[in-house]
């Protein structure tokens, strides 16, 4: 029997300046009724997915959308229908959210949600809306490890959240003791901290867990059994890997010219975007990027930034 395509869905993660972001009740006239989702609808023919977000948000909620950044498209299928989620964040919008459908709404964040049930298409997300925008990077084999610990003590004071150990050219022994005082530096400012490659070391630190080389993306099978897995990605082949292992996020990467890889061709914006395009992880921009490049990333559909130096 022919399958049919999927419903094509526009989905917005309207986002307050606090991080919290508007969750509404399905209304007593639609399947799952009760069940709590993000606001938006389907697609209508001849609609972008944005165009029909605009449409949405005004018809549910009276809200007119003054800045809104693609992020995840998600397939999921129920027993009624496969849809494709285009989820878009929404972070600043005309208006005051007010229920039109006699919808309940309520504001929420990823790692306190208080109602329930949730669209089952929704719960995986919340995973990804934990993770923070700057993804930063260690080089303290270019740097010295007390310049490393200085400046990373320093992001972490400023709010970073989310660190990479990777140090491919440092002794064990020595990339042990390093490791120990990230890790311990990192979960006193509640941050969470991977380590490049060494699902051992990473496993018996006790951090967060791994990030892949993307030589080791593909040659595995199963994902690792750690509590969040990043995975290298510097094209289309990679990032599908990715997708069929289940890891988190990925960088894709060079998108700039960058000093570690010099050798590397740049992908450049457009490139990013065509290649992240129908992504279903949180994707960040790596490679000569900057704190400044965070808007033009996210409106490339990034999920963030990742950085080795401008931390
Ligand atoms: N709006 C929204 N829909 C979601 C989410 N998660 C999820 O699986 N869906 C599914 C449920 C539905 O099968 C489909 C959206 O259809 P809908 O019935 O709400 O669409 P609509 O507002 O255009 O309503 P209608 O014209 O079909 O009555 O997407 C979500 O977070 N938000």
Known sequence: MPTSPPVEVAV?????????FLLASRPTDKLYSGYWEFPGGKIEAGETPLQAL???LDEELGITINAATPWLTRVFSYPHATVRLHFYRVTRWQGTPTPREQQQLVWQTADKISVAPLLPACIPV??????????????????GIETSLAT???ALQNGLKLLQIREKAMPHDQLEHYAQAV???AHSHQAMILINQDIDLAQALHTDGVHLTSTQLLSLTTRPAV???GASCHNQAEL???E????DFVTLSPVLPTLSHPDMKPLGWDKFSTLIRDYSLSVYALGGVQPADLATAQAHGAHGIAMMRGI
Do not use: F
């Not at 917005?12 to 919290?20: K, N, P």
């Not at 919340?126 to 740097?143: F, K, M, N, Q, W």
């Open 54 to 56: 605009t449409r949405e």
């Open 244 to 247: 069929q292992l289940g890891v």
């Open 126 to 143: 919340l995973r990804s809306l934990t993770l923070p925008p700057v993804y930063a990077i260690t080089h303290a084999t270019e740097t």
């Open 12 to 20: 917005a993660v309207l986002t307050r300046a606090d991080g919290s």
């Open 152 to 154: 990373i003590q320093q």
């Open 240 to 242: 599908k890997h990715a």
């Open 183 to 185: 890790v311990q530096l």
């Open 227 to 229: 509590d969040w897995c």
